[in-house]
């Protein structure tokens, strides 16, 4: 056991696959969850939590490790209102998507003596709420920690060897090149999603049943990345815009590079183009990161109804 008591903010998809890995594992004494709506608490009362509570003020008391998962822009009202309840020498951490907004949210409410490791699980699902999680979530999934210089050294191993435990894989990153880096690897990827979905939506021409019923592999993808919680993609796009914005900007010149090979005809630029960009699923593949099999070897749960 590297925990006796978790406290788990927010009972979504990654805090209900923490608690089904650190029970599968037993890194972990007792878990307690808090989230806003009563009907999720039930839920995780059933299937992971030991014990809910009512406040996420209650839940942080006598807590080792808070894992605060929920959304980017409830980060600093959250704290604020935990801060005065945790426990001498307890460690912080979340699990958002953006770190910089997380880090000026937290930090300043963090009473000393408590350590804050900001983090971020690199694993996820197009499925939200607490019947969503499962313990293999973060099996060879990268889970990034963006400490502070004067993080305390054993409480950061002590976090690393809970995410180990958990089957990831732990790197640090500094606060500004995780934001960078994320926008480029999700948070773009995310908002071209949507806007493709979008598109097909708003064109009149092709009926939202042609839509369905004629998806291909292409436009169905699009869409499983388009049903992602949308409050959290809220946040994350509005706390992380100067990386989106800039990485945007660069998405813009590649597309109108290759609309002018389109309209010129000229086939040897788009071949060679996409020989490139196949060549980093391929390493994608090779690291492990996703699997070549017939629909990326997914089987979908059952979606939440809580």
């Given amino acids: 056991m590297i925990y006796p008591r978790v406290a788990l903010i927010g009972l979504g998809l990654i805090a209900s696959s923490m608690a089904h ?5 037993g890194l972990a004494g007792e878990i307690v969850g808090y989230a806003k709506s009563p009907e999720t608490r039930a839920v995780a009362l059933g299937l992971f939590c030991d014990r809910v509570t009512d406040s996420a003020a209650e839940a942080v008391k006598g807590a080792d490790l808070v894992v605060l998962a929920v959304p980017v822009g409830a980060m600093g009202a959250i704290a604020a209102e935990i801060a005065p309840h945790l426990a001498a020498g307890a460690t912080v951490t979340d699990v958002g998507s953006v770190k910089q907004a997380v880090v000026d949210a937290v930090a300043p409410n963090m009473p000393k003596g408590v350590h804050f490791i900001p983090g971020h699980p690199l694993a996820g699902t197009e499925y939200s709420g607490p019947r969503s999680g499962f313990a293999t979530l973060f099996q060879n999934r990268w889970w990034l920690l963006t400490p502070s210089p004067g993080t305390d050294g054993d409480a950061l191993a002590r976090l690393r060897s809970l995410l180990v435990g958990m089957g990831a894989n732990v790197e640090d990153m500094a ?5 960078l880096v994320l926008a480029v690897v999700s948070h773009t990827p995310h908002l071209i999603a949507y806007t493709m979905v979008g598109v097909a ?15 291909a592999s292409g436009f169905r993808d699009f869409t499983r990345i388009a049903a992602s919680d949308p409050t959290m993609w809220r946040d994350v796009f509005l706390t992380n815009k100067d990386a989106v914005l800039d990485i945007l900007g660069r998405f813009t010149e590649e597309l109108f590079v290759l609309q002018r090979a389109i309209r010129m005809g000229d086939g040897d630029h788009l071949h060679a183009y996409f020989t490139r960009t196949r060549a980093i699923r391929q390493g994608i593949i090779e690291a492990g990161q996703d699997t070549a099999a017939p629909d990326f070897g997914r089987s979908a749960p059952p979606a939440d109804k809580a």
Wanted: hydrophobic share 30%.
């Fill in 21 to 25: 890995a650190m029970r599968a594992q």
């Fill in 201 to 215: 939506d708003h064109m009149r021409r092709v009926s939202s049943q042609e839509v369905i019923k004629y998806s």
């Fill in 175 to 179: 606060v500004d090149h995780h934001d």
